[in-house]
């Protein structure tokens, strides 16, 4: 048996080559889910729907040009290819340097700029001005009146505040996010802010360290928090749900870990929410603060008799006070807000999620992540800020080095972590 010669291997190869673009074709088509989480093309809102307007007519232009361009260029393949009978004959005119087609061009060329930037600056103004004498908001959802906090929310209302939407003030952190509701008793959250549905809310955007990028793809994006001064939009979800966003602009180890989540509920529940969030949190009994209460396990370890009283013990022996708060038992402010963590669906800025099939709480999963995040946190987010400076704040900025020139971290058994899973679970 003898091999086929060399050029009997080529339509071989052809065929080869063709066959594997065309599985990596459909492979990457696989990629497109048009209903996915954060699928930008499943809009939920107002902004997100204006957002994905533009989305089209930039598509629509540029296909067209795909189509005008590309026609014409292998129109010109065609008609001027070498036959056998053209091929002696002289190589066609030139047409370089007919003004009438080249004012042409740039005419057809400013034409379609001008397509695609009236709609965008339009939308980049629409989403950076409350839509209070909007034509197009009042005719879909009413009278903008019904956003004003004084209109819906029965609760505490800070001073002068009833006439306002609601706002939150939204801080970019290395790579976290916290949420805070300046007007609704100072509320704060972490990586899941909740919202009401179908009300404006104002979205205050700042950075605490690096630029980051506000994006919830079927709400509304992006935005960046940048140091040193407030970028702002206005958002509004139509429907109930939870739902994914993430930092959309580099900002060093773990920005792909830096998710976050939106969980959009009536405005009563939201109501009940706020109320959750204010609660105080209970010394154990017979102590009138957790202070005086730890002071005395001080004395008597056995006072900390329970996983629960362990864990608190233990949450506050390995100084994640100095970090997180928890209400007015716990005051850190440079981590996330730990209140009622036992709500949210995810950790870890949502890289961890523990939440159901019909979005509830998955109870036994959070604990398993809560364990493995505070035992592990190095190996689920590298280049967190948890997982070496437990010793203090100073250590925060400057951790002490130890023989292998990494950073000393103060040691926590499993045990500890288990006992603030179960502490945090249940405060
Ligand atoms: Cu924050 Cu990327």
Redesign the pocket.
Same mark, same amino acid.
């Given at each position: 048996m003898s091999l086929p010669s060399s050029s009997s291997w080529k339509p071989i190869f052809k065929r080869i080559t063709f066959s594997l673009f065309a599985i990596a074709a459909l492979l990457g088509m696989t990629g497109c889910d048009f209903k996915g989480r954060m699928s930008t093309f499943d809009p939920k809102g107002p902004i997100a729907e204006m957002q994905l307007e533009i989305f089209y007519i930039t598509v629509w232009v540029t296909l067209f040009l795909f189509i005008a361009v590309g026609g014409a260029l292998l129109y010109a393949v065609w008609k001027f290819r070498e036959t056998p009978e053209n091929k002696n004959d002289p190589i066609p005119r030139v047409g370089h340097g007919n003004p009438l087609i080249e004012v042409g061009l740039i005419a057809a060329s400013i034409l379609m700029l001008v397509i695609i930037a009236v709609p965008t600056v339009q939308v980049i103004w629409e989403q950076h001005e409350l839509p209070v004498d909007s034509e197009r908001y009042r005719e879909r959802y009413g009278d903008y009146e019904q956003n004003l906090l004084g209109n819906w929310y029965d609760g505490d209302i800070a001073d002068g505040e009833e006439d306002e939407v609601l706002v939150i003030k939204a801080y970019?952190w290395?790579?976290w996010w916290s949420f805070e509701y300046p007007q609704l008793d100072g509320v704060v959250t972490a990586n899941e802010m909740v919202i009401p549905r179908g009300k404006v809310v104002k979205i205050e955007l700042r950075s605490k360290d690096?630029i /980051?990028?506000f994006w919830l793809p079927k709400i509304a994006g992006k935005v960046d928090l940048m140091p040193g001064r407030v970028n702002w939009m206005w958002i509004q979800a139509d429907e109930p749900g939870y739902y994914y966003g993430q930092?959309?602009?580099?900002?060093?180890d773990s /920005?792909a870990y830096?998710l976050f989540r939106a969980e959009v509920v009536e405005p009563d529940e939201f109501e009940t929410w706020i109320d959750r969030q204010q609660r105080t949190i209970e010394a154990p009994e017979g102590y009138d603060t957790w202070g005086a209460w730890l002071g005395a396990t001080n004395q008597d370890e056995s006072l900390a008799n329970t996983p629960f009283l362990k864990g608190a013990k233990a949450y506050f022996a390995n100084n994640c006070s100095y970090c997180h708060a928890i209400n007015d038992m716990s005051m850190g402010n440079i981590a996330p807000d730990l209140t009622n963590v036992k709500d949210r669906k995810s950790l870890a800025a949502g890289w961890m999620e523990n939440v159901t099939a019909d979005n509830q709480v998955d109870v036994p999963k959070q604990y398993e992540n809560l364990v493995e995040w505070i035992f592990h946190s190095d190996q689920v987010k590298p280049g967190n800020l948890m997982y070496y400076p437990s010793q203090g704040l100073i250590n925060y900025i400057n951790p002490p080095l130890g023989d292998d020139g990494q950073p000393i971290r103060t040691p926590m058994t499993l045990e500890d972590a288990e006992n603030i899973a179960t502490f945090l679970q249940e405060i």
């Amino acid at each position: 048996m003898s091999l086929p010669s060399s050029s009997s291997w080529k339509p071989i190869f052809k065929r080869i080559t063709f066959s594997l673009f065309a599985i990596a074709a459909l492979l990457g088509m696989t990629g497109c889910d048009f209903k996915g989480r954060m699928s930008t093309f499943d809009p939920k809102g107002p902004i997100a729907e204006m957002q994905l307007e533009i989305f089209y007519i930039t598509v629509w232009v540029t296909l067209f040009l795909f189509i005008a361009v590309g026609g014409a260029l292998l129109y010109a393949v065609w008609k001027f290819r070498e036959t056998p009978e053209n091929k002696n004959d002289p190589i066609p005119r030139v047409g370089h340097g007919n003004p009438l087609i080249e004012v042409g061009l740039i005419a057809a060329s400013i034409l379609m700029l001008v397509i695609i930037a009236v709609p965008t600056v339009q939308v980049i103004w629409e989403q950076h001005e409350l839509p209070v004498d909007s034509e197009r908001y009042r005719e879909r959802y009413g009278d903008y009146e019904q956003n004003l906090l004084g209109n819906w929310y029965d609760g505490d209302i800070a001073d002068g505040e009833e006439d306002e939407v609601l706002v939150i003030k939204a801080y970019g952190w290395q790579w976290w996010w916290s949420f805070e509701y300046p007007q609704l008793d100072g509320v704060v959250t972490a990586n899941e802010m909740v919202i009401p549905r179908g009300k404006v809310v104002k979205i205050e955007l700042r950075s605490k360290d690096v630029i /980051h990028s506000f994006w919830l793809p079927k709400i509304a994006g992006k935005v960046d928090l940048m140091p040193g001064r407030v970028n702002w939009m206005w958002i509004q979800a139509d429907e109930p749900g939870y739902y994914y966003g993430q930092c959309a602009e580099y900002c060093g180890d773990s /920005h792909a870990y830096m998710l976050f989540r939106a969980e959009v509920v009536e405005p009563d529940e939201f109501e009940t929410w706020i109320d959750r969030q204010q609660r105080t949190i209970e010394a154990p009994e017979g102590y009138d603060t957790w202070g005086a209460w730890l002071g005395a396990t001080n004395q008597d370890e056995s006072l900390a008799n329970t996983p629960f009283l362990k864990g608190a013990k233990a949450y506050f022996a390995n100084n994640c006070s100095y970090c997180h708060a928890i209400n007015d038992m716990s005051m850190g402010n440079i981590a996330p807000d730990l209140t009622n963590v036992k709500d949210r669906k995810s950790l870890a800025a949502g890289w961890m999620e523990n939440v159901t099939a019909d979005n509830q709480v998955d109870v036994p999963k959070q604990y398993e992540n809560l364990v493995e995040w505070i035992f592990h946190s190095d190996q689920v987010k590298p280049g967190n800020l948890m997982y070496y400076p437990s010793q203090g704040l100073i250590n925060y900025i400057n951790p002490p080095l130890g023989d292998d020139g990494q950073p000393i971290r103060t040691p926590m058994t499993l045990e500890d972590a288990e006992n603030i899973a179960t502490f945090l679970q249940e405060i």
